[in-house]
């Protein structure tokens, strides 16, 4: 179990503000301060350091908030495993992003299903940065991510590497012939949500081309895959999607590919977990078996 004062110092780090970790708390100010008092004499170093009404990590307190973390999170799962000694059925919590949860790995996921038919499976699907939370608080043990995260505070695997294409209706109706990303500004672009990794990679691409993504004459955000490729059928506009969500679009050509000279774009799904948990082996037994065909 946590000590209770490493649970003040990630409710701090949380708000980066000692009266709201105090009202979260319900304990008063003083005491708050009296636990970062306690830990910081105990580990002989500044975790704090003022900055306004606010608080920032030092150095020393971003290592101690990445290894609590990590500790809050291993505790998480280890109480999940004494609770599956006295139920007798184990389970799997991950989540994963919303392309990778409906095209990438229902085919291996079932594979693991049949493999062991007592263990009880909970998938939840969000985009990147909504995962990353999950992860920080308990709610899911690891997920697979096609988003960008800190590699300081989260262990990976390589997935899988997809392409990631613009694609339209075969009757879409250009405002200029596309030969060239910004032939394309001039369309309507139907696109995921901030904060989801489609989006993320498309953005983080129009950066490396000195672009945004407002160069678009117009931006439709849906959260959706399979609504956003309704609408693109329907010659509402463009979009850019993993190729392995519109495989079958393509095969019976409902929509087809935008080829660009200028662009080509490919990206990694990666499989992620708190950096640094006991449960490594645990998270990599898993990484390979979701892996298999």
């Known amino acids: 179990m946590l000590d209770f004062r490493i649970a003040t110092f ?14 979260e708390l319900n304990i008063t100010q003083p005491a708050v301060s009296q636990h970062i008092k306690y830990l910081e004499e105990y580990y002989g170093v500044k975790l704090f350091f003022s900055q306004g009404k606010r608080v920032q990590l030092t ?40 392309t990778i949860g409906e095209y990438s790995i229902p085919k291996r996921l079932s594979h693991y299903i049949k493999e062991h038919p007592d263990t009880r499976i909970q998938m939840q699907i969000a985009n990147t940065f ?32 997809e392409d990631y294409i613009p694609v339209v209706s075969p009757d879409y109706e250009f405002q200029k012939e596309p030969f060239v990303m910004s032939d394309l500004f001039q369309e309507t672009l139907i ?37 956003i490729k309704s609408l693109i059928k329907e010659s509402c506009g463009i979009t850019f999607l993993y190729k392995a969500a519109v495989l079958d679009e393509l095969k019976h050509k409902t929509l087809k590919e935008i080829k660009l000279k200028d662009t080509s774009i490919s990206h990694e799904f990666t499989f992620i977990w708190r950096k640094g948990s006991v449960y490594t082996s645990y998270y990599k037994k898993i990484f390979n078996e979701l892996r298999m065909p």
């Open 10 to 23: 990630l409710v701090v780090c949380k708000h980066m503000n000692y009266t709201k970790a105090a009202k």
């Open 59 to 98: 150095p020393a307190g971003e290592i101690l908030r990445n290894t609590s973390m990590t500790m809050q999170h291993d505790e998480i799962h280890l109480a999940s495993q004494l609770k599956s000694l006295t139920t007798l059925q184990k389970t799997l919590v991950f989540g994963a992003t919303l």
């Open 130 to 161: 909504d995962l990353l939370s999950k992860i920080e608080d308990g709610t899911i043990d690891f997920a697979i991510v096609e988003g960008y995260f800190q590699k300081k505070e989260y262990d990976s695997l390589l997935y899988s590497r």
């Open 191 to 227: 696109t995921r949500e901030e904060g989801s990794g489609t989006r993320e990679i498309l953005e983080k691409t129009l950066e490396q081309q000195n672009y945004n993504i407002h160069d678009f004459s117009k931006i439709i955000e849906i959260g959706n895959i399979n609504t």
